[in-house]
């Protein structure tokens, strides 16, 4: 049994008293109240049934006190009630700024940070009925004190409460401060791609061959957006094949993976939502212009508004809206509360053959748009001797493609040999076996 004091009336103070007016028993004996310096007010907080109380009062009957108040009040609470907090497990739910642990050095004040990777609107918006608990974490070096503002959380609040080591407190306090260093990486890298397929796309396109600039934002502009597209998806598939010959190959050794593919592996994730994004809209901004007068070498009669499309353009545009489809389902399987009720066969099934078709496909997309269409004119002096971009942006995944096929292959002569290997120390063990009983 604790009595529980909330120190602050913000959105965060209302959540916490909304968890635990649907979520605490009786039988907890545990017991909350809500209070601030200088309240001047009794009675309700808000609509959760928890009493707001005088601060001085809260103060002498809590056992915890959670401290919702901006970081820069922290130091000015402490040094205005250090003489009182004797024997108090005080709660640091602060992101960025100060911090207990700061603040309080190696005073004998315990403390617990805690309830600062959740949102304040997610808590107050979580229902009774919810079968889902919130997950959170906590951290602190007073184990024991941690242990009370845990069990708290687990039976008065309805938290899912996961304790963090010590020894990552850093990396823990600051993480909800930050964008994180896989979405910067993966956004940088595809910035850079971006940057790379622009600066062709307006070398070859305005500047050589003319296209005027007021078809820049758009017409210009699509070609780059579908080809980063394009090569981020591919981008995305390369760790998981390297790692998966590296773990055939050094499968009998304890050999550690390097660190910049456990860096590339983090942010496969990253690359293929960013991607995604880019296919989007390319999707929007393709819709927006399409029409003869755009894309003219796609219909059997130019001049006719009623013309049908070629094969080679249905066969694009089939491709394309397969390959969309497919990555617009990897994009919704990333989703956590789709992801965390996905079996591992579903798992690999969405993210092994489903992702190497939506890549073959829309490899085809951009294939069909060139073949028995630009690629055939070369060496496009018009155009600089450049290649189209149809052509361009196919060789990188193409190439990707091709190293899947290979890692297949020599992961199946890894196993191939193993297997051997096993076999040989099988017959080798049972001829020694037979000797010893002769």
């Not at 699509?222 to 590296?246: E, V």
Request: with cysteine.
């Amino acid at each position: 049994m604790v009595h529980v004091a909330i120190v602050g009336t913000g959105d965060l103070a209302y959540g916490l008293a909304h968890l635990f007016a649907i979520h605490n028993s009786a039988l907890t004996g545990n017991s909350l109240e809500v209070t601030k310096p200088n309240l001047g007010k009794e009675g309700l907080f808000h609509d959760t049934n928890v009493p707001l109380a005088d601060f001085d009062d809260a103060l002498v009957r809590a056992d915890i006190l959670i401290l919702a108040i901006p970081s820069h009040g922290l130091e000015k609470f402490i040094f205005a009630n250090n003489g009182r907090l004797k024997n108090k497990i005080l709660v640091d739910v602060t992101n960025g700024g100060e911090d207990l642990h700061s603040v309080l050095g190696k005073t004998s004040i315990r403390w617990v940070k805690a309830f600062n990777d959740i949102g304040a609107v997610d808590i107050m918006l979580h229902k009774s009925v919810s079968k889902r608990k919130i997950p959170t974490k906590m951290c602190s070096n007073f184990t024991e004190d941690l242990k009370v503002v845990k069990g708290f959380a687990e039976n008065s609040l309805g938290f899912q409460v996961k304790s963090v080591p010590f020894e990552q407190y850093h990396i823990f306090a600051n993480h909800q401060s930050k964008l994180g260093q896989e979405w910067v990486s993966s956004t940088y890298t595809m910035i850079g791609v971006f940057a790379v397929t622009m600066a062709y796309n307006i070398y070859r396109h305005p500047i050589e061959k003319g296209y005027p600039w007021r078809q820049f934002p758009l017409f210009v502009m699509n070609k780059s957006i579908c080809w980063t597209a394009l090569w981020g998806f591919a981008i995305a598939q390369i760790p998981g094949m390297l790692a998966r010959m590296s773990n055939a190959y050094y499968r009998d050794t304890l050999l550690e993976k390097s660190k910049w593919l456990k860096g590339w592996l983090a942010i496969r994730k990253h690359l293929g939502l960013i991607s995604l994004w880019f296919l989007v809209v390319h999707i929007f901004m393709s819709c927006l212009m399409f029409s003869i007068a755009y894309y003219d070498r796609f219909f059997e009669d130019k001049d006719d508004p009623k013309s049908r499309m070629t094969s080679n353009g249905e066969s694009s545009f089939m491709f394309g809206a397969f390959s969309a489809g497919l990555y617009l389902v990897m994009g919704i399987a990333s989703l956590p509360s789709v992801a965390e009720n996905m079996t591992r066969a579903q798992w690999d099934f969405v993210y092994g053959p489903v992702a190497w078709f939506a890549l073959w496909m829309g490899t085809a997309h951009v294939m069909c748009q060139g073949i028995d269409v630009t690629w055939q004119k070369g060496p496009w002096r018009s155009a600089g001797y450049m290649p189209p971009i149809t052509l361009v942006s196919t060789v990188f995944p193409i190439a990707v493609i091709a190293l899947k096929f290979f890692q297949v292959l020599f992961v199946w002569c890894m196993d191939y040999r193993a297997r051997g290997k096993k076999q040989y120390f099988s017959t080798s063990d049972a001829s020694v076996s037979v000797e010893e009983q002769l």
